[in-house]
């Protein structure tokens, strides 16, 4: 019996939903019980939505009241909480100006305090020769002093050492003092790479600070054509530098 059972299983046809008959294709697809299914259970949940809607409508105290409702407002249908206009002077966005100056201004000094304690601690030993702008001039009675002049030789120093402009010691020194700091190959190179990084790091924020000084003469434009006089643009605003206005003199009482 039980093989039976197993043959006409195996024999059954998957079943398949009847499709939208050939005169009917311009209705569209032919809905399934699935599909009415969904419909309806959409249809169920709306209409217990507004059931529960009604209830809350009926049960309403009448002396309730909410400041949501004198701050929103209906608009095709969709409740819309009202702007509210902020009423700004002139003297009030004056003193934000202001505001907005000495903070920008704040940071400059900051900056400007974090250059020159960097400037202090590198002194600029690494410039390029081309940027080099101070020059050393030795004098001397006659001429031919001038062709048998020796620079190493005038400042009591080895000739390995004339070209550099720091941490230059005479021979009595080399020869009296031993040689302090580091003197492996590989700490050299360390700290030469810590020297080129202090210097990029300086250079970031140099740069920075002008960017900063730019900001705060445009926020003071800003504010001076704020008062009521007239003025002729000189001068278009670039990325580097502010506008520039020329102002009608005004004659103060």
Do not use: W
């Not at 499709?19 to 599909?35: A, P, V």
């Not at 000495?102 to 601690?121: A, F, G, N, T």
């Not at 002194?123 to 004098?139: A, G, I, M, P, W």
């Not at 580091?182 to 300086?202: C, F, G, M, S, T």
């Amino acid at each position: 019996m039980s093989s039976f059972r197993k043959a006409s299983k195996s024999k059954q046809r998957d079943h398949k939903e009847r499709s939208q008959l050939g005169f009917r294709k311009h209705l569209g697809l032919l809905e399934k019980k699935k599909d009415y299914k969904l419909r309806a259970d959409d249809y169920h949940r709306k209409q217990r939505t507004l059931m529960a809607l009604r209830k809350k409508a009926m049960d309403k105290n009448p002396d309730e009241f909410h400041f949501k409702m004198i701050n929103n407002q209906l608009k095709d249908g969709v409740h819309v909480i009202k702007s509210k206009q902020e009423e700004v002077t002139e003297e009030q966005k004056k003193v934000m100006r202001t505001q907005d100056i000495r903070y920008v201004e704040m940071k400059r000094v900051s900056e400007m305090k974090k250059i020159e304690r960097l400037k202090s601690e590198l002194h600029l030993l690494d410039k390029d020769d081309e940027e080099k702008k101070n020059t050393h001039v030795f004098f001397v009675d006659t001429k031919k002093q001038v062709d048998d002049f020796d620079l190493a030789t005038h400042l009591n120093t080895v000739p390995e050492l004339v070209d550099r402009t720091y941490n230059r010691p005479t021979i009595k020194t080399l020869e009296t003092k031993s040689i302090m700091g580091a003197v492996d190959p590989e700490r050299i190179k360390k700290l030469a790479k810590q020297r080129k990084n202090q210097y990029e790091v300086l250079s970031q924020r140099i740069d920075r600070e002008k960017k900063m000084f730019v900001i705060t003469q445009k926020i003071q434009t800003r504010k001076d054509l704020q008062d009521k006089v007239k003025k002729l643009k000189v001068c278009e605003e670039t990325s580097t530098a502010p506008a520039v206005y020329k102002f009608e003199a005004k004659r103060k009482r």
